[in-house]
């Protein structure tokens, strides 16, 4: 318990903001445990054994050779202070083999020394500038704490986490990616102009803009059903790609994305799971380009999953909650490792290997790739099984997203890997803004060089037929296309005024106007009469009393033929209506048989938790015994 106490003592120090900081770095593991009420739960869940697993992979090699050394001899200064239980000889009992493996020495931590630290790890000159700057860094996460005499103290389940892992010397640096031995030294380096990054990551961002805008308009006018076992079936993918015009593993990439973004939901129907948009989607469509795509990236980093690996032996789907939770520290080891590739230098991407029983051959490309990465993340890459094939299809989903491109990182790419939640102000440099116009032409087509916005992409979607995608996308009218937006509501004169406000010269062609106006004349020469339910009876006179009585008027009532009643409410409207009125209808079927009632039984829809960004903070202040307006901080001791 004194491990605890001196993280407690140590959380206690921190100032609101950061300890807030501290909740948010770690808000994914702590938010699968209840919210802590005081410092000692948080101090409890920051060192249980399920949060210490997660946070670890998330360390680079500096700040986890620290942590396990000083979980090394802190064990072995437990176990000398505390005599346990002697070894059980060969052939115990099960008892006397865990009582020994349980005992107070072989779980106690005790206090250690920094320059112990620094000695065991051979750092000395910048090795033992690093080592430092990894114990602070362990401090600030919350995985150590100091005692007042300045020790260290650690979890006491660390031992046991990193003890069967062999971390190698300490390495202040990371490795520098070997080049390829197999390329001819006679071929000159191929020359990648600067501006190509910026350029290929703009293609692929306008590119994936495009696609979740159709792949998320698909999904608006026609849900997915997914299969009772869990996720898309295969023919819901292969629907969902041909709309969004994409490849059946990036249509899985984008809704899986979508659905970590929040844009998709997965909702019970009674014929069964549908994922459908959200109305955060609505708000997502008012949004400029780079601002709808900053939340998709954003969830790639943190995605549990890497949506377009499939195993050998798996169905390929989609709309699966992931369970990988070293996907995230891969993808951060693999950018980070990629950053530090200068242009014109790095490797091409790797070939994405098929699913088979044996296991992929690992070009010296990806293999220098992973032995630098493992530098930045060493529990997350090459210790993880099929860490080849999950590399590679992580670098084609960085490239499809626009993050990598010439074996390098693009802007956006860096921007990612710097803070996730910062990605507005470089998306808008990549992402024109829309545009709210339209060449309207004679041959009865509308083009928008560009990205149209959501008003006139509507507006053209509602009378015309999209056509083409592309750097322009095109709209076709078409009498059917001019008659659904007369069926919308539209009349000719509305629907030209909004035409010929979209205009970039204010006009449009006179085939277009001819279009419109023939097909609402011949609009609306039929008529279909809506109705909720029908009243009949063979007392025509009732039928009569019925119409005119005053209690019904909220029914609207009408007369089509003496014996026939039209209700604008549905049938189980009407007859409460009826009875009230002090009448004794009964119910009929569609095939003139009478309908047993029963009662119906309601459900609702569980209202979907919402994110606040002032919640971190919220939560530091009550952690600290500060009112929620208070401006006091307490005083920082420098952790």
């Not at 670890?56 to 001899?73: E, I, S």
């Not at 290929?200 to 590119?207: D, M, N, Q, Y």
């Amino acid at each position: 318990m004194e491990g605890l106490d001196t993280l407690t003592r140590s959380l206690a120090q921190r100032t609101p903001e950061q300890l807030a900081a501290l909740l948010t770095r770690h808000a994914e593991p702590l938010a699968r445990r209840p919210a802590p009420t005081e410092l000692r739960g948080l101090a409890s869940a920051l060192w249980s054994y399920e949060t210490l697993h997660h946070l670890v992979l998330h360390l680079d090699h500096p700040r986890l050779q620290v942590l396990a050394a000083t979980a090394r001899l802190s064990q072995e200064r437990a176990a000398r202070d505390a005599h346990g239980p002697t070894a059980p000889a060969a052939g115990a009992d099960y008892q006397s083999l865990m009582a020994h493996r349980l005992s107070f020495a072989q779980l106690a931590t005790a206090p250690v020394p920094p320059e112990d630290v620094f000695t065991a790890l051979g750092a000395t000159g910048h090795a033992r500038t690093a080592a430092e700057a990894g114990l602070r860094a362990l401090y600030d996460d919350g995985l150590a704490a100091p005692t007042e005499d300045g020790s260290v103290v650690v979890p006491p389940r660390a031992p046991q986490l990193l003890a069967a892992h062999d971390l190698g010397p300490f390495l202040v640096h990371a490795p520098e990616l070997v080049p390829d031995d197999t390329a001819d030294p006679g071929t000159p380096a191929a020359s990648v102009p600067a501006t190509s990054l910026h350029d290929e990551s703009r293609a692929a961002a306008a590119t994936l803009a495009a696609t979740v805008d159709r792949l998320l308009a698909s999904l608006a006018t026609q849900p997915a059903a997914l299969r009772k076992a869990g996720g898309l079936a295969v023919r819901e993918i292969k629907r969902l790609a041909k709309a969004a015009g994409a490849s059946e593993p990036h249509t899985r990439l984008l809704l899986d994305l979508a659905l970590a973004a929040d844009l998709i939901a997965l909702t019970r129907t009674p014929a069964g799971i549908t994922a459908l948009p959200t109305g955060a989607y609505d708000d997502w469509l008012l949004l400029p380009p780079g601002r709808r795509l900053a939340p998709v990236l954003a969830a790639w980093s943190a995605l549990w999953a890497i949506p377009t690996h499939t195993p050998f032996g798996e169905t390929p789907t989609a709309l699966v909650r992931g369970h990988d939770r070293h996907a995230p520290a891969l993808r951060h080891a693999l950018l980070a490792t990629l950053a530090a590739v200068p242009l014109g230098a790095g490797a091409p991407l790797p070939h994405t290997p098929s699913p088979g029983p044996e296991p992929a051959r690992t070009d010296a490309a990806l293999r220098g790739l992973l032995e630098a990465a493992d530098w930045h993340r060493p529990l997350a890459v090459s210790r993880q099984p099929m860490a080849a094939e999950r590399a590679a299809h992580t670098l084609h989903e960085a490239a499809c997203l626009g993050l990598v491109a010439h074996g390098t990182l693009t802007p956006l790419g860096r921007a990612l890997l710097a803070d996730p939640r910062s990605l507005d102000e470089p998306l808008g440099d990549l992402l024109p803004p829309l545009l709210e116009r339209a060449h309207f032409q004679a041959d009865l087509t509308a083009v928008v060089p560009g990205r149209p916005a959501a008003a006139l992409a509507g507006l053209l979607a509602s009378a015309a037929d999209r056509e083409s995608e592309g750097h322009a996308v095109t709209w076709r009218f078409t009498p059917t296309s001019v008659r659904r937006a007369l069926d919308a509501g539209h009349s000719a004169g509305t629907l030209l005024d909004d035409l010929t406000r979209a205009s970039t010269t204010g006009t449009l062609p006179q085939p277009l106007r001819y279009l419109v106006q023939d097909a609402a004349r011949a609009h609306g020469r039929m008529r279909v009469l809506p109705a909720a339910c029908c009243i009949r009876s063979d007392d025509e006179s009732l039928v009569k009393e019925l119409a005119a009585h005053r209690a019904l008027h909220s029914l609207a009532l009408r007369a089509i033929a003496p014996t026939v009643l039209v209700s604008s409410s549905p049938p189980a409207a009407t007859l409460e209506a009826l009875r009230a009125a002090g009448y004794a209808p009964a119910l009929e079927s569609d095939t003139g048989a009478t309908t047993v009632e029963r009662l119906p039984a309601h459900r609702t829809t569980a209202p979907t938790p919402t994110r606040d960004p002032h919640a971190p903070l919220t939560l530091a202040r009550r952690l600290l015994g500060l009112s929620p307006g208070s401006q006091d901080t307490a005083t920082s001791s420098g952790v």
